[in-house]
């Protein structure tokens, strides 16, 4: 009788015998399914992950985020900081990188994120303890082979406790089952009647800071305008940006690094994070602002696919200015950026509140 636990007993190398045996092998599967998750379920993502500063350059400097006060030490106490902390972008990709094998590494849309908040800085050497919990399940009403699944997301240092950065966000999730449908109605939105009513004039403030956008916002109201205007530098995706960043952040998703399986996926490739992408439009708009400091993000969504050799741009509208918010040398700002492909065609959009230096 053949001892097949015995070294020789099979050669599986032979491409007949491997083909064989591949196909009757049984797959041992990375994340879950849409029926795992129910209302109220809390998650501990292990194993965590330690912010360094290599980390956080790393992705300032592929993103094209150059604030100086995240790079040097003289400009991060004239900001306030102790020493360069890590970048506020490159916190909340690591905190959502580390859900990702629990929460979504079985793929699905990353429909959006809301209610983004930092509540204290973080500095090399954090160890990150990330926390979710099932805040909502839904069925998709035109995708059978998919669910909606929304978490809450806490980022704590694990050694004080203190929490960090807090979200929310919401993903399509593939069901084990499919699911009967309405076809889409249910997610279908009327069309409006005859269009947005559109501003007659675009306005850019004169400048960088504070004081420079809350003057163009007064400009505005007295005609038919708006503040807005786009950002002259692009960013060209690359094996960095589509794959190296998400995997220096533990997302284990496929989609961003198994071309095989993406072969035959809607996008036809590998794709980019969302919060890669989200982050290279960021730091156009940071580029011609005095940022002080990142206050909150809300309704972040994405849009389209974002694949190798996709150029990002960036959109900007000032929606509200606050004096009163903030220090004495800098003043709350909002507003609405617009990532944008080579087609122009929108991939990412949300919400920011930023404290802005004043002159």
Known sequence: MTDWSAPDAIDCADESTFETLLDRAETREKGHYFEFFENGDELVHDPGLRLSQHGSEQWMGQTLNHDPAYWRPDAARERGFDDPPVHPDYLLACVMGITVEDLSEKGGYF?????????????????????????????????????IVTWETEGRDRVTGETLVTYERTNMIPRREPTATDGGTAEKHPEPDGGPDLPETLIAPDGEYFEDFRDALRRSRTKS???????????????????????????????????????????????????????????????????????????????????????????????????????????????????????????????????????
């Not at 973080?122 to 669910?147: F, I, K």
């Open 111 to 147: 429909l959006g994120r809301t209610n983004v908040e930092f509540h204290r800085t973080a500095y090399p050497g954090t160890e990150l303890a990330v926390s979710s919990r099932v805040v909502g399940t839904r069925t998709s009403s035109s995708r059978p082979n998919y669910g």
């Open 225 to 359: 305008a708006a503040v807005a205007y786009r950002h002259e530098r692009g960013r060209t995706m690359d094996d960095q940006l589509v794959a190296g960043l998400p995997l220096a952040t533990l997302n284990t998703a496929r989609q961003h690094h198994n071309r095989d399986e993406m072969a035959d996926s809607p996008s036809g490739d590998i794709v980019a994070y969302g919060d890669v992408t989200r982050s290279i439009a960021l730091a156009h708009a940071r580029s011609d602002e005095a940022t002080y400091r990142e206050r909150r993000f809300d309704d972040e969504r994405f849009h389209s696919f974002v694949t190798l050799g996709d150029t990002v741009y960036g959109f900007t509208r000032v929606l509200d200015c606050d004096g009163d918010s903030g220090p004495d040398d800098a003043g709350a700002v909002t507003f609405e950026h617009v990532a944008f492909n080579q087609h122009s065609t929108p991939v990412y959009s949300g919400r920011r509140t930023a404290l802005v230096h004043r002159q």
